[in-house]
């Protein structure tokens, strides 16, 4: 009874088993090849679902149908115009062909690099036939500056472009495309995210974009002292304008309260001459003596005759 036993257990456990390795499931994003010892068997099963396969002597290969992600590493690339460059690019990409794609590259990783291969070299031919302008522009059309000094400095403004930069890419992409079929390998698309000078090109450039902008700093620093130095002369025309007309019209003024005022002692002379001349004796004596000063003078003068009357 106890034998009996074991061998219902170890039948269950083996019958569990090959259930377990039979049986596998498909979901919708997936296509399947199955290998018996290591070579396929039958065509790929892109059918979603609970499927049955030989247990233990048949293996079965996921792979996606969605489309995948590749970015390739940055590539230093001089262009025909003798730019050195870093180009960094991205593809789009989907096994299309299972079979084909297992037997050729294996997995994905091996699919990443045969891309990589392929892309970065298609990408070095054309980055090389073709001037840097080529691949930073797609049309002729100008360039709009607020300063015409920069329009005159730009060295692509005379460049004109054949190709341009989507149409660049455009041809690496179906060259790329072609030479990734046999792999059972569909591209998608292929961008180029970055375009940047190396290192040592690119410090010369911004060193000739800082150049180019002191100088037209330099020029506008310029005008401004001229203008400053127009605006001061005018300041100063006009100050000494106005300061000219007042003295004139100060002195008219002046003029004018003079006349009144020889007017005035006239008329008060004419009224009474005598007096007149007492008031503005005594005026004298006030403003000429005091008690420090001295005066001589002779009994005949008539800065004296209204003193020499005081008793």
Same mark, same amino acid.
């Given at each position: ?23 596998? @499931? ?21 059918? /979603?679902? =609970?499927?049955?396969?030989?247990? !233990? ?19 230093? &690339?001089?262009?025909? $115009?003798?730019?050195? +460059?870093?180009? *960094? ?5 989907? +096994?299309? $062909?299972?079979?084909? !794609? ?14 990589? *291969? ?6 070095? %031919? !054309? ?19 607020? %300063? ?10 005379? /460049? ?22 046999? !792999?059972?390998?569909? =591209?998608? %698309? ?19 974009? &800082?150049?180019?902008?002191?100088? &037209? ?25 106005? @300061? ?27 009224? *009474? ?7 503005? @004796? ?5 403003? /000429? ?6 005066? &001589?003078?002779?009994?005949? /003068? *008539?800065?004296f005759k209204y003193i020499k009357r005081i008793k």
């Amino acid at each position: 009874m106890k034998l009996k036993n074991i061998l219902l257990t170890v039948v269950v456990v083996v019958l569990l088993l090959v259930l377990v390795n039979g049986f596998y @499931t498909v979901s919708e994003t997936q296509q399947v090849v199955i290998t018996q010892f290591g070579k396929p068997v039958g065509g790929p099963i892109i059918k /979603s679902g =609970l499927h049955w396969k030989a247990p !233990f002597i048949q293996q079965a290969h996921f792979f996606e149908k969605r489309v995948l992600a590749w970015d390739g590493d940055p590539n230093q &690339i001089p262009t025909k $115009d003798k730019k050195y +460059i870093w180009i *960094d690019l991205t593809a789009r990409w989907r +096994i299309v $062909d299972p079979l084909t !794609f297992l037997q050729s590259v294996g997995n994905e990783t091996g699919a990443q690099g045969r891309l990589d *291969d392929i892309v970065d070299a298609v990408t070095r %031919d !054309f980055v090389s036939d073709n001037l840097l302008v080529e691949l930073v522009r797609n049309t002729n059309r100008k360039f709009e500056f607020n %300063d015409s000094e920069l329009s005159l400095d730009s060295t692509s403004q005379g /460049s004109k472009i054949s190709l341009g930069r989507d149409v660049i890419t455009r041809k690496i992409y179906e060259q790329a495309k072609v030479q990734v079929v046999k !792999f059972g390998i569909d =591209l998608v %698309d292929v961008r180029i995210k970055r375009i940047n000078y190396v290192q040592q090109v690119r410090k010369k450039v911004y060193e000739r974009m &800082i150049s180019e902008r002191r100088r &037209i700093a330099e020029r506008y620093r310029s005008e401004g002292k001229g203008e400053m130095a127009e605006i001061q002369g005018k300041k100063q025309k006009e100050l000494q304008r106005i @300061t000219s007309e007042a003295y004139r019209k100060a002195k008219e003024i002046q003029g004018n309260a003079d006349a009144e005022a020889t007017r005035i002692y006239a008329r008060a002379y004419n009224s *009474d001459p005598e007096f007149y001349a007492f008031i503005k @004796t005594l005026h004298t004596y006030k403003t /000429s003596i005091d008690s420090v000063t001295t005066l &001589i003078l002779t009994t005949k /003068s *008539d800065y004296f005759k209204y003193i020499k009357r005081i008793k």
